[in-house]
């Protein structure tokens, strides 16, 4: 890992696993093709992210390299794999995305998870472990998430985990014919330890 003078993370280094209680949070590779194309044609998470699905084994494995392998190796941000542990399936994926490292020190976080494993903790937990990873390590000032406002669970993850709501993107984005909005809810590092 590299580090500026400020002592904030500027480059990750070697990917870093991440373990909870029940979780190992790992690197996500081109092995995982078939969860990808799975865990993205969900219709839930296909509308609430407003991406269309992976039409094939290749778009899934370009998806992938920009998504996930292209993001760490830029220094961008970072997509972990959430598996239970005992198992090297994927159940979803969480991380970071537009990382801004100087006059900002923030980073956007996404997560899904499939269908058979919401509602089980899981999300809340691989969270709780990926927010201590960037405030603590990477020395991220403020963490913020985009959510539809239709996606009543996301909204609920996030405030259990003391994100507060900032506002509305009005049609902020155009998918399937029609503008939609997003929630922004974030939560900034000196917030955190209060949870």
């Not at 990808?36 to 094939?56: G, K």
């Not at 937990?125 to 990873?133: F, K, P, R, S, T």
């Not at 960037?134 to 000032?141: A, D, N, R, S, V």
Request: charged fraction near 30%; glycine fraction near 10%; hydrophobic fraction near 35%.
């Amino acid at each position: 890992m590299k580090y500026d003078a400020t002592g904030r993370m500027i480059e990750f280094g070697e990917f870093p696993v991440l373990e909870t209680n029940r979780l190992i949070l790992r690197s996500i590779t081109l092995d995982d093709t078939e969860f990808w194309i799975r865990n993205f044609s969900d219709p839930d998470v296909v509308e609430f992210t407003a991406e269309e699905p992976p039409r094939d084994i290749e778009k899934a494995k370009s998806e992938i390299d920009t998504y996930c392998i292209g993001i760490f190796s830029e220094n961008t941000g970072i997509r972990w794999g959430i598996t239970i542990k005992g198992s090297d399936q994927l159940i979803g994926t969480a991380g970071y995305h537009r990382w801004v490292k100087e006059k900002g020190y923030n980073a956007n976080l996404g997560y899904d998870l499939l269908r058979e494993h919401r509602g089980k903790g899981f999300m809340s937990e691989a969270l709780a472990a990926i927010i201590d990873y960037g405030f603590e390590t990477m020395k991220l000032h403020r963490i913020q998430v985009m959510i539809d406002p239709r996606n009543v669970a996301s909204i609920k993850l996030a405030e259990g985990l003391g994100f507060k709501k900032e506002g509305v993107l009005r049609e902020d984005q155009y998918f399937r014919g029609g503008f939609q909005d997003d929630v922004v809810y974030s939560i900034l590092s000196k917030e955190w330890p209060k949870r």
